[in-house]
Structures are given as C-alpha cells and as structure tokens.
C-alpha cells in the first residue's frame, strides 16, 4: 500500500515539474488579388506548428484562407516575448485567426 501511494505521489510531483506549454504565434504576410490588398498578421499556434516558419505554413495558409487570403509567407515564430512589439504593426490583423 505504501508502495502504490509512493508511486502515485511520485507521479504526481513528475507531472507538476513539467514545464508549462508557451503560447506560440507566427508573424506572415497575406494578399488578396482583384484588387491587390497586402496585410501582415500575427497569428497563434497550435504546438504541432510551432517548430519553425515551415511548420507553420500550413495552419496559417489555412486559417486565413477562410476569408479569401492567400499567404505569402511565415515571417517567424516566436513566444509571449515577442507579441508586444508586433501589436501596432499587425493592427486589425492581431490575433485575428
């Protein structure tokens, strides 16, 4: 019984050590054609698309994609350090998808 509750605990205390997951955003540029409209955006990520631009790519294209735009490219993917600096730059764009 001891065993079992030392187990437990111990797997408990492992869980709780684990690093919390940061948030993750990418920054791209989209267009529109006919007529031709350009926005740069700041977007949040699911962890499986967090490693790099690359990765990104195709949440972002597909997301944005829903209301007519085509990407252009990942600029970058950053965490909650970078978001601040990004704010006035994507404007109605922040955080929009």
Not at 18 to 44: F, M, R, S, W
Not at 52 to 57: C, R
Request: glycine letters at 6%; one cysteine or more; a negative charge.
């Amino acid at each position: 019984m001891k065993t079992r509750l030392l187990s437990t605990a111990i797997a408990a205390a492992t869980l709780l050590a684990l690093p919390a997951t940061a948030a993750c955003y990418a920054d791209y540029k989209a267009k529109q054609d006919n007529p031709l409209k350009l926005h740069y955006g700041v977007i949040e990520l699911p962890d499986v698309a967090c490693g790099s631009a690359q990765d990104a790519a195709p949440e972002v294209s597909r997301r944005i994609a829903a209301d007519g735009w085509t990407l252009l490219n990942v600029l970058g993917v950053f965490d909650d350090a970078g978001l601040d600096e990004r704010k006035a730059s994507a404007g109605p764009y922040f955080l929009r998808y």
